[in-house]
């Protein structure tokens, strides 16, 4: 059969195909280039509509997630390393580089806060308690800057990282003078988290001005311990709409029996069957492009602890 119709048509091709080959062949070796139109995800059609729908979502009664991200590196490696590239459906991130704001997080900031998501200033006391705050008035200079910087860029507020040790006096009253301070300069709508073991802040009446505490239950290592961990923040006066547990992708718990469980869905359970808060992933960035990697299990873990959000 003449798929075109018409049998004159059908004998014409192989000579007309032959002049247009001998013709246009020198045309053919040319490169030619090709314009791509150029659009970010958040100019596309579309987008208002997802942010609003994104926004809508955060007022909903729903499981928290809480990821840190290592803002402005020294070396961009890949869009793991930016602050647009965060799962939408992530609550808070805290940027454990936040000293250095870059051009590209301020950038960025407007785009995940247009679906609602918050971004924190961490302060990492934990890791800097002996170096950069050893000094007397530096951490006090420095709660200035953080406040300051907040303020400008129009962050959600601050993250303190701290470790409890019992009897640690110094610790104490750092604890004391960061909660007291940024509690008497935050606004209606920042947040003030704490990182770690909410014993850290030794003054119950401290504790209470916490928004959330993200539990250090990433470094347990077996189930049981996560639990007692969990209660034992309770029973230090964190409700449990404030409790995130902490764990990491790719991390393993062992139950009673030594028998190993996926960290990321064993931390889930224990959140759905105790209503805690939600969840604190900090790895987040490692094996991050990969199909199966840190970013698709992040998603999963949403999805499982907001089985009923679309």
Not at 66 to 80: F, M, T
Not at 155 to 173: N, P, Q
Not at 187 to 199: A, K, M, R, W
Request: glycine content about 8%.
């Amino acid at each position: 059969m003449n798929i075109f119709g018409n049998k004159c048509v059908a004998g014409f091709i192989p000579a007309a195909m032959s002049v247009l080959m001998f013709t246009a062949c020198s045309e053919w070796t040319v490169p030619k280039p090709i314009e791509y139109p150029s659009q970010d995800y958040w100019e596309a059609e579309g987008w208002t509509g997802h942010a609003a729908s994104m926004r809508a979502y955060r007022e909903t009664p729903h499981s928290i997630v809480y990821v840190r991200l290592h803002n402005s590196p020294e070396g961009i490696v890949s869009e793991k390393d930016f602050l647009r590239c965060i799962p939408d459906s992530v609550d808070i991130v805290s940027l454990t580089n936040a000293d250095n704001m870059s051009a590209y997080d301020i950038e960025d900031l407007s785009v995940v806060k247009a679906l609602g998501m918050k971004v924190l200033y961490q302060i990492d006391w934990s890791g800097r308690a002996q170096t950069d705050f050893s000094e007397d008035g530096a951490l006090e200079a420095y709660l200035e800057k953080a406040i300051e910087t907040v303020n400008r860029c129009g962050l959600d507020g601050w993250a303190i990282s701290g470790v409890y040790t019992y009897g640690d006096e110094d610790a104490a009253a750092a604890a004391e003078l960061m909660v007291s301070t940024l509690d008497e300069a935050r606004t209606e709508d920042q947040l003030i988290v704490l990182e770690g073991n909410p014993l850290f802040v030794e003054n119950e009446r401290d504790r209470r001005k916490l928004d959330y505490v993200v539990l250090d239950t990433d470094t347990k290592r077996t189930v049981s311990e996560v639990n007692m961990a969990a209660t034992s923040a309770i029973r230090a006066g964190i409700r449990a709409g404030q409790l995130l547990l902490a764990a990491q992708v790719g991390g393993v718990l062992l139950d009673i029996n030594q028998y190993e469980y996926e960290a990321l869905s064993s931390v889930s359970g224990t959140i759905l069957d105790n209503s805690y808060g939600g969840i604190g992933i900090y790895n987040l960035s490692d094996d991050y492009s990969t199909a199966d990697g840190n970013y698709a299990l992040t998603r999963q873990t949403i999805k499982a602890l907001n089985p009923e959000k679309k």
